[in-house]
C-alpha cells in the first residue's frame, strides 16, 4: 500500500508534533499529569499507525493501521477537549488541535471507506 500517498500523513506529525508542545506548557497538576500521559499515548499511537500503514504490503494491513488511527484520533480528542476545560488559558490551542482531529479522523474514515470498496 506504499504507493497510495495522502496529505494525511504529514498532518498526522504536525498535529502530534502541535499536541505535544502543548503539553510541555502545562503546569503539572496530579490531574493534569495523568491526562497528559493519556494523551501522549494515544496521540503518538496515530503517528505511528499511520507510519506503519504506509509501509504495509497487504490492504487488509492498510486498513487495519488506519483503523487503529482513527480510534487513537477520537481518544486523542476527548484528551484534549479535558485539558481545554481545566486549563483555560489553553482552551484556544486546544481547540484548534481538536478542529484538526476532527478532520484527521474523517478523512481516514474515507480512506478506510475507499479501501474496502477496492
Given at each position: 500500500?506504499?504507493?497510495?500517498?495522502?496529505?494525511?500523513?504529514?498532518?498526522?506529525?504536525?498535529?502530534?508534533?502541535?499536541?505535544?508542545?502543548l503539553?510541555?506548557?502545562?503546569?503539572?497538576?496530579?490531574?493534569?499529569?495523568?491526562?497528559?500521559?493519556?494523551?501522549?499515548?494515544?496521540?503518538?499511537?496515530?503517528?505511528?499507525?499511520?507510519?506503519?500503514a504506509?509501509?504495509?504490503?497487504?490492504?487488509?494491513?492498510?486498513?487495519?493501521?488506519?483503523?487503529?488511527?482513527?480510534?487513537?484520533?477520537?481518544?486523542?480528542?476527548?484528551?484534549?477537549?479535558?485539558?481545554?476545560?481545566?486549563?483555560?488559558?489553553?482552551?484556544?490551542?486546544?481547540?484548534?488541535?481538536?478542529?484538526?482531529?476532527?478532520?484527521?479522523?474523517?478523512?481516514?474514515?474515507?480512506?478506510?471507506s475507499?479501501?474496502?470498496?477496492?
Open positions: 500500500m506504499a504507493q497510495v500517498k495522502f496529505d494525511i500523513y504529514p498532518r498526522i506529525f504536525d498535529v502530534v508534533v502541535f499536541t505535544i508542545r503539553t510541555q506548557r502545562i503546569s503539572k497538576t496530579e490531574a493534569n499529569k495523568v491526562i497528559i500521559a493519556q494523551l501522549l499515548r494515544s496521540v503518538t499511537s496515530m503517528g505511528a499507525n499511520a507510519e506503519e504506509d509501509g504495509v504490503s497487504s490492504k487488509k494491513d492498510f486498513i487495519h493501521c488506519f483503523t487503529i488511527v482513527r480510534k487513537e484520533g477520537k481518544e486523542s480528542s476527548f484528551w484534549v477537549k479535558l485539558l481545554g476545560e481545566l486549563n483555560p488559558a489553553l482552551k484556544i490551542d486546544c481547540e484548534k488541535i481538536i478542529k484538526e482531529l476532527y478532520e484527521i479522523v474523517a478523512i481516514v474514515s474515507k480512506i478506510i475507499r479501501s474496502r470498496e477496492h
